[in-house]
């Protein structure tokens, strides 16, 4: 029963690519990655590390924010903007949303979709 938070929590510790969770009707299947640096991994690499970062934080009782991506993808604080895009994309692919939408644009926090 606690496997995929075993696998997810292992997966930010060692800051790797975000394993792919494929159901059927039969099993479900979990492929994991090698380590690769933000610049290697592809955009649904990147949407989806930024998506269980949400749901890890979030079950910690705790958001994403540009600053805690940034320590989650080792990006430097004056390259927030890289933060920044990832997140939208997340965002636009429907997975996060705003903890509260009137908040500062630098106060920002986000929580899975389904939270």
């Known amino acids: 029963g606690s496997g995929v938070d ?3 929590f292992q997966t930010e510790l060692y800051q790797l690519p975000a394993p792919l969770f494929e159901t059927t009707d039969e099993h479900t299947r979990v492929v994991l990655f090698a380590y690769r640096e933000l610049n290697e991994m ?3 690499d990147r949407i989806r590390a930024c998506y269980l970062h ?3 934080k979030y079950v910690q009782r705790d958001f994403i924010t540009n600053s805690s991506l940034r320590k989650r993808f080792k990006i430097e604080e004056q390259n927030s903007a890289i933060a920044s895009r990832i997140i939208k994309e997340t965002i ?3 997975l996060v949303k705003p903890y ?3 908040a500062a644009r630098k106060l920002m926090k986000y929580v ?3 939270a």
């Open 6 to 8: 075993k696998v997810v």
């Open 42 to 44: 592809e955009k649904g």
């Open 54 to 56: 949400a749901c890890l």
């Open 92 to 94: 636009e692919a429907g």
């Open 100 to 102: 509260d939408k009137k």
């Open 112 to 114: 899975p979709f389904w």
